[in-house]
């Protein structure tokens, strides 16, 4: 069945370097794609999220690539901070119209190192 | 803070029993989502509530099984507990139809089938 994975299941970083996360995709209809950030003991936090018909979206030292030729997605943290530790998510969803049903890949595990 | 709220946040159930966890959607909010996280994994959707009747439902047997009510809070309903029902069940709101589809995680709650 159609699934979102992530390529790297831990990643480390060095505080104050850029952090980049990878995800690939393979249900070609998903047209919604969102980063969620879980830290221990919380659910997921909203991070950013793109819509099928954009290659790039920029928040608050976040970046988010959308690659729809290769079914991949990159969440980029810039200047990664100590508090930006916590496992990562990347979800999609191919319903449009009512409210999201998402599918979430496994996650990628981010250690900032001091 | 994302204003959906749950309870209770831990549960310690044995093999055979029913429970019912509880949520509170953030104000605004007519969709309520289930989600269930085993450890070291993405969320699995459930089921999705909307109106007060079931919107969309994942791959999970009927004694899994959902109520919205009036005020758009809900409850999720397993019977028969299973060891493997040992999770952390996370509960989402959102606005269906309106402009912004985000999810808003709750911090869910830890279920322990004994």
């Known amino acids: 069945g159609e699934s979102v994975g992530l390529h790297l299941p831990t990643l480390s970083v060095q505080e104050g370097d850029n952090s980049i996360i990878n995800c690939a995709y393979s249900n070609s209809a998903s047209d919604y794609f969102i980063w969620y950030k879980q830290e221990s003991g919380k659910g997921p936090q909203f991070i950013i999220d793109?819509?099928?018909?954009?290659d790039k979206r920029q928040g608050q030292r976040v970046t988010v690539l959308l690659n729809k030729t290769v079914k991949h997605l990159s969440l980029q943290i810039a200047a990664t901070q100590p508090g930006d530790s916590a496992v990562y998510f990347c979800?999609?969803?191919?319903?449009?119209?009512?409210?999201?049903?998402?599918?979430f890949g496994s996650g990628t595990q981010l250690t900032v190192l001091p | 803070e994302t204003g959906v709220t749950q309870s209770p946040t831990h549960l310690i159930k044995t093999r055979g029993q029913q429970v019912t966890l509880r949520c509170s959607s953030q104000?605004?909010?007519?969709?309520v989502s289930w989600y269930q996280q085993a450890l070291g994994q993405g969320p699995q959707f459930i089921f999705q509530?909307?109106?007060?009747?079931?919107?969309g439902r994942g791959n999970f047997p009927p004694r899994f099984s959902g109520l919205q009510f009036p005020n758009y809070s809900s409850e999720l309903n397993v019977n028969a507990l299973e060891l493997d029902d040992s999770a952390l069940y996370l509960c989402a709101s959102s606005l269906a139809g309106g402009p912004n589809e985000k999810l808003f995680f709750g911090s869910g709650t830890q279920l322990s089938v004994l």
């Open positions: 793109i819509r099928s018909n954009m």
């Open positions: 979800a999609e969803s191919g319903a449009p119209g009512s409210a999201r049903q998402l599918t």
């Open positions: 509530y909307y109106r007060e009747e079931e919107n």
């Open positions: 104000s605004g909010h007519n969709t």
